[in-house]
């Protein structure tokens, strides 16, 4: 091998380095860092090749036209202009866009359809040039050009595939830059949206995080903390609770946050309703029984006041507990003893009393229906549970509360409640209060098919007009309205005490209350 071919292997073993050394360098790179290392990478080829001006054009999806975003030139050298005026390239345009190298070692020698590409040599100084397009999906979508004005010069052939393959790692990067950057602009973007929709009181969903003390209870308004100053300050306490509330404002769930803080919160918390059961079975549910106490008795059964021994029983409705059954009571109040039926033998327990009402206690004693000295012994601390109309401001995180539950339920989900919902049902009276509501939800989620929920408005729920201020009055004529809808039926399925999230007896109190009489 003579000295110049020697030599001549030697150019090009470098040259493939350098072009191995520019694409390793591309594979990771961080996307800030894309179009400097284009740029010196372009200088790197430039100044290895001995050419004075190294250009990568990109076509704009826009405009279809070539800008210069990298370039490189040889101190001394003209920058090249940002923008291609194709009006000077129409036979190097044609040429690229069929995919075709332009490969001009000499303009004296280019045809004579070149001549706008002639004339721009002379007049800018170029003698040699070589332009590789550089092709995606089969469109034209950037130009690797080389310049050289000092001295004419040969392009060798298997120069070009090289050339191609660096201004494809080039064109890889920009990509991946613009995709990231498109990426980030779509983040961007939701987060516009987000926080316009948060403007708008499109009440987005917020995450529901109930302190564990208080798990159950909803709401942070000034009547809802109310609440819990009270059951924080008698649940480490031995006192009898009596809990004072409308039907359906959880008064239930206030028995569990006392329960739970409180020393006997290591043994579940023992329920009854003294309002489901009959006259005839509620002492023996409360106090047991013996074999054949009475009829129907078949069996030994210890009572309710047995198994909460050591916890905590949760008496609910304790204003319809019978006459004969309230003494009873008042004595394991005061002294912690009672009787099986049937038996004479004295049961001794430790349990505390937490008793929940909807009725006015004070007014049945007056009226002989509830014992004095019962009523004292149970009022030790009252905690009074607002109706869900005086705490408007807990309803959003309520209904996102009820939301978040039905979701699982339904294998639904929820992103946004709108506007117009919400703010009817902060408008609405709620003579169910939290019951009601939670129903009104359940059947929302039922009919809702997206991500947005859709509350049916009319019927049991409808936008507030007028001055209307009178809260009875607001009672009274959505009792009414759901009375009218059922066909003036209470009970039974989709009744109107169903609807309401109330009991059918105390539907029927309300409306003796309300002075609401079937229309004829």
Not at 489 to 511: D, F, Q, V, Y
């Amino acid at each position: 091998m003579d000295e110049n071919n020697k030599n001549l292997l030697e150019e090009r073993l470098r040259f493939e380095q350098l072009l191995s050394d520019l694409s390793v360098k591309f594979v990771n790179i961080p996307v800030d860092r894309v179009d400097a290392e284009i740029s010196s990478g372009l200088e790197q080829i430039a100044k290895f090749l001995q050419v004075d001006r190294a250009i990568l054009w990109e076509r704009s999806p826009d405009d279809g036209r070539f800008y210069s975003n990298h370039s490189w030139s040889m101190p001394g050298i003209e920058p090249f202009p940002v923008r291609i005026a194709e009006d000077d390239f129409p036979w190097v345009i044609e040429r690229t866009n069929r995919g075709e190298v332009t490969i001009i070692d000499r303009v004296e020698d280019l045809p004579e359809e070149a001549i706008k590409e002639k004339q721009w040599a002379r007049r800018t100084g170029v003698k040699s040039t070589m332009v590789v397009p550089l092709m995606a999906r089969g469109s034209l979508v950037s130009l690797l050009a080389l310049n050289v004005l000092r001295h004419e010069r040969n392009w060798p052939s298997e120069m070009v595939p090289r050339l191609r393959l660096l201004g494809e790692v080039f064109l890889n990067a920009q990509e991946r830059k613009r995709a990231e950057e498109k990426l980030q602009k779509a983040f961007s973007e939701i987060e516009r949206l987000k926080q316009q929709l948060e403007k708008e009181n499109l009440y987005l969903r917020e995450e529901i995080r109930l302190e564990q003390e208080h798990k159950g209870i909803v709401g942070k308004s000034d009547a809802t903390k109310n609440v819990l100053g009270r059951v924080e300050q008698v649940a480490g306490t031995e006192s009898t609770v009596l809990i004072l509330g409308e039907t359906g404002t959880g008064k239930e769930l206030v028995a569990h946050a006392i329960h739970n803080m409180s020393p006997r919160k290591g043994r579940a918390l023992v329920k009854i309703n003294c309002g489901s059961l009959p006259t005839t079975l509620i002492e023996s549910e409360l106090f047991g029984r013996e074999k054949g106490a009475f009829t129907g008795a078949i069996s030994r059964q210890g009572g309710r006041f047995e198994v909460a021994d050591g916890s905590t029983i949760f008496l609910d409705e304790i204003g319809e507990l019978p006459l004969e059954v309230q003494a009873k009571l008042l004595r394991v109040l005061e002294d912690g003893e009672f009787e099986r039926l049937g038996s004479t033998k004295t049961i001794k327990v430790d349990v505390r009393v937490i008793a929940a009402t909807n009725r006015d206690l004070a007014g049945a004693v007056r009226n002989g229906g509830f014992r004095e000295d019962l009523y004292y012994r149970l009022n030790v601390f009252p905690v009074s549970v607002p109706p869900l109309r005086d705490r408007g401001e807990d309803i959003p995180r309520l209904v996102w509360h009820f939301v978040k539950e039905f979701e699982k339920r339904m294998g639904k989900t929820i992103e946004r409640i709108p506007e117009k919902y919400m703010k009817a049902f902060q408008r609405h009276s709620w003579p169910g209060n939290v019951r009601e509501l939670r129903n009104l939800v359940e059947r929302a989620m039922v009919l809702t098919k997206g991500s947005v929920l859709h509350v049916e408005l009319g019927g049991t729920l409808e936008p507030s007009h007028g001055d209307t201020t009178n809260l009875t009055e607001i009672e009274r004529n959505h009792v009414r309205k759901v009375l009218h809808m059922t066909g003036w039926r209470i009970r039974g399925k989709n009744g109107a005490a169903e609807l309401l999230g109330l009991k059918p007896s105390t539907l029927e109190s309300r409306m003796l209350k309300l002075g609401i009489r079937r229309e004829k």
